[in-house]
């Protein structure tokens, strides 16, 4: 059973590569990433476009070998598979490449070096109830952020995009799942804005109940990015592909046993954009993600503690 993410009308398609999965278009979604890999505090303003380039992704589940023929955009010399331990060999073939996928995974095409590749995400099937819960189907779906309460399970839909974030605070058996797209590009980030709700600084002057930090929220512009959980228990974080946040991609705050699974974050080049930070969390597990960040991937902070954190299987 082979499944490919179509790309939603107005969303925009790549023209690095064009690519099949076992003879079907695989469309390459078109995004930006940094063009290096150096990290510089905040500034004052946003990072500027020309320090990015243009990249791409390609998305599809399937529950057996796939067989890809991707034709590159441009003259080439040399072409890489990654990661380099799998042993996969791209061969050219009628002015393209060829290459065989074995098993489900995150990888990365490169032809003469890292720039301008093709992200390739193999996912296994997954099929998600619709029935009961926050369903966001095929299309473009303007959000903003949108907050979530105990016992909501969302389900982005493999063809979905979705303009905006995800926030809960003081809630429990919270899950964001789907092969869909959270899309960050809702928000801006300017010198007015806050990155963090707690550091260091503030600690202690934030009543950490639900509606002593809505207060909180309400009197600031507190950034969300694509997915941000304060003091909640038992989530799930599955599946989702994260791009072009403004702030920290995915944090968590105060969280406990949390399962973070199979989320790809690419397209993350503005100013300090981490993967996954972990403030002062516990019980936590992180695996089989793939993280493509300006700044840090994976962070543990902590102003009290931070422990039992396991990590398995993440590029």
Known sequence: MLKISKIPDGEPVSTLFTATVDGENAPAKAIRVSAYPYNYGWPGHQRPEEQSEDSAYIAFESDKPVRLRVKPGREFCEAVVRPLSKGIK????GGGLVFTLEHPGQYSLELDGHHNNLHIFFDAPREYAEDGVIYYGP????????????????????DAVVVGGFFAVDAENVKITGKGVIDGRYENRTNDTLLLAVDVQTWGHIDHGAEGFMKFMK???LMTGNIKLYNCRNCVIEGVICVDSAAWAVSFYACSDLHIDGIKEVGQWKYNTDGIDLMNCHDVLVENCFLRNYDDCMVLKGTESCHLVRLGACA
Not at 90 to 93: F, K, M, S, V, Y
Not at 139 to 158: A, E, F, P, Q
């Open 90 to 93: 791209p061969e050219r073939e």
């Open 139 to 158: 299309g473009v779906h303007n959000t903003g952020v949108v907050r979530l309460y105990s016992g909501d399970t969302v389900v982005i839909d493999r």
């Open 219 to 221: 009197r600031t512009d």
